[in-house]
């Protein structure tokens, strides 16, 4: 018979255990690496990460690399079909959502095997970011004033074809690149979308495509590129400015202020964002480097702040 008194003390020796664990897991992270060196002309844009592992897709060819976080170690995913692979995310059922940049695509990929499951021509200017929710695929175009969505059914299920759906509201598309990094809001039900252009955070209902500025007071987001949402936190990485700035928003996400903003020596035109731990990981997409088949690309890590 297993007794109240049984039940506890396991209960406390699992509580033990967890609390030995976490100090013991926290000192061996600091000897993790914080450079993840990338294959020789790889062109690195977006990044993902699953469990101890990112992926990183390829502007010059669209392959897509792995590299193990704790060890630093990794290999090719997928050979790309020549074309970009831009901003990509994981889901619970391991297949990549790959961004095709000027190709105007959305590839879905194992991330296992690298084998193709779907590919949809979505007749974008330039198909940039991707987020998941439960219910759907939604991604950016940055010279159309477009989201698309891919519906995803029971278990995941993809769609046959993608939907358009316009932005709206407050949305103002201007000169340049403008609809880049995509997030979920901290209310779960919206979207937030950075205009790399204006430098303005919005917040999208993916229903209709209806956008409303978020006020940030007197922060700009020029370059604004990949975001991450951790909580109430959102960051956003300002490629050319080699900047990490963070802002803190209400649980309705149209109201915002500056948590904190970094940078880094080893920052090269960091292009996204994703997290592991206690660390931020940011590839170096190098823009103002001339690209060759011998110059050197990497993704850096820092702390979470």
Do not use: C
Not at 224 to 231: F, T, W
Not at 276 to 301: C, I, K, M, Q, W
């Amino acid at each position: 018979m297993t007794s109240r008194f049984t039940f506890m003390v396991g209960v406390a020796t699992i509580g033990l255990a967890a609390a030995l664990a976490v100090p013991a897991q926290a000192h061996q992270a600091q000897f993790f690496p914080t450079t993840l060196q990338l294959p020789d002309n790889f062109q690195p844009e977006g990044i993902t990460v699953d469990a101890t592992t990112a992926y990183f897709g390829s502007l010059r060819d669209g392959s897509v690399h792995k590299i193990d976080l704790i060890t630093g170690k990794g290999g090719r995913v997928s050979t790309g079909p020549g074309t970009p692979a831009v901003g990509l995310k994981i889901d619970k059922h391991g297949r990549l959502f790959v961004a095709g940049g000027r190709n105007g695509d959305l590839r879905v990929l194992d991330a296992r095997t690298g084998t193709t499951l779907a590919g949809y021509a979505l007749g974008g200017g330039f198909v940039n970011d991707v987020v998941l929710t439960e219910d759907a695929a939604y991604v950016t175009d940055s010279l159309k004033a477009v989201l698309y969505k891919l519906p995803l059914g029971r278990d995941g299920r993809l769609p046959a074809k993608a939907e358009a759906i316009p932005l709206g509201g407050e949305w103002a598309q201007v000169d340049g690149f403008n609809a880049n990094g995509i997030e979920t809001a901290p209310d779960g039900k919206n979207l937030l979308i950075v205009n790399s252009a204006s430098g303005k955070l919005y917040r999208v209902d993916p229903r209709t495509g209806a956008a409303k500025l978020v006020d940030l007071g007197d922060v700009v987001l020029n370059g604004g590129d990949g975001l991450l949402r951790q909580k109430h936190i959102v960051y956003v990485v300002q490629n050319r400015s080699n900047v990490l700035t963070a802002v803190r928003l209400d649980h309705t996400g149209t109201k915002g202020a500056l948590h904190k903003k970094i940078t880094d020596p080893r920052f090269d035109v960091p292009t996204t964002v994703a997290a592991f731990g206690d660390r931020l990981y940011l590839p170096n997409a190098r823009f103002g480097t001339e690209p060759g088949p011998t110059v050197p690309y990497n993704a850096v890590a820092v702390p979470r702040f």
